[in-house]
């Protein structure tokens, strides 16, 4: 592919191969430090349009991450709008989602089943830091697993709200938490874990990625507890199967309530749907009179 135009910087919607990526602006950094410094990455404004081919095409906020991207492309007077991953709810860390108007709406489906509800963060947030003191009380640690990108830096600045005390990160998580600082993204003081100097970790709060959990890595904080920050912790058979002590249920994805009311919005007469449960969706759309169907693309669960 010769042009790539991105919505975001997650790896399954980001990928090496192409000779140019366009990006929106917020999210350039994002992407230039995911695909290595050579790498020739286009930043453009939201609601800028540029040209590809014959299509004029434009990017708007999706609310999903740092410079996450609807990409609308109208060509022979027809509109469409692929979603990317988008969420509805506050975002400290991104620009809110903007709704569009389009023919053909293509969404995503990842938390597309009635279970999937979202409370309100900051609520979700305040256990998180209950739980995190009540640790502390207990003498150990708390060990945090949060997606690197995005769910991390959104945890570290919704905790404004309650502490100024740093949370230390693992790597992976303190080398993009960085790239949303430089970016101007506020979020508590962060420490980055180094095996160079001996650390007492009892009483605090570790954010590392789900890939660091049940690994040597671990060993150094001692006796923790654990904890999962996703979607997924919505259902308790997947808190049960993952075996972290507590979930915490913080999306970075529409949950059911926001795909119904984004994709009836958007007033398209067809919505194709990528990313799991697309069947469920599919069937309330039609019964409202919009031509839906799953579209095979991909995408995975993001990392
Ligand atoms: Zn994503
Ligand atoms: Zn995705």
Redesign the pocket.
Same mark, same amino acid.
């Given at each position: 592919m010769q042009t790539a135009v991105i919505? +975001?910087? +997650?790896g399954? +919607?980001l990928r090496h191969g192409s000779a140019r990526y366009i990006v929106a602006r917020p999210g350039a950094s994002l992407a230039q430090h995911r695909l290595g410094s050579g790498q020739p990455v286009t930043a453009v404004d939201y609601g800028t349009p540029f040209t590809v081919g014959a299509a004029r095409v434009s990017l708007h906020p999706a609310g999903?991450?740092l410079g996450?991207a609807q990409v609308r492309i109208e060509h022979a007077g027809e509109v469409w709008v692929v979603s990317?991953?988008y969420k509805r709810q506050p975002d400290p860390t991104c620009t809110p989602f903007e709704p569009l108007q389009c023919d053909v709406f293509i969404s995503?489906a990842t938390f597309a089943l009635p279970v999937y509800r979202w409370a309100p963060t900051p609520q979700v947030v305040e256990e998180i830091v209950r739980w995190w003191r009540a640790n502390r009380d207990r003498g150990i640690a708390s060990a945090l697993f949060c997606y690197a990108?995005?769910k991390s830096q959104r945890v570290l600045a919704e905790l404004r709200a309650f502490t100024d005390e740093p949370v230390y990160v693992h790597g992976a998580v303190g080398a993009l938490t960085d790239v949303y600082r430089r970016a101007g993204v506020e979020m508590v003081p962060t420490l980055t874990v180094t095996s160079e100097k001996k650390t007492d970790y009892r009483g605090a709060l570790i954010i590392a990625p789900p890939s660091a959990a049940g690994t040597p890595w671990m060993r150094r904080f001692g006796e923790h507890a654990s904890g999962f920050c996703s979607g997924w912790m919505r259902v308790r058979g997947d808190r049960r199967r993952r075996g972290y002590d507590r979930g915490f249920v913080i999306s970075? +994805?529409a949950d059911w309530p926001a795909l119904l009311e984004t994709c009836l919005a958007t007033g398209a007469r067809r919505v194709l749907l990528t990313h799991g449960h697309s069947d469920a969706l599919a069937r309330y759309l039609t019964e409202r009179g919009v031509s839906a169907s799953a579209l095979q693309t991909a995408y995975g669960a993001?990392?």
């Open positions: 919505t +975001h910087a +997650h399954d +919607h999903h991450v996450s990317g991953d995503e990108l995005g970075d +994805h993001d990392e």
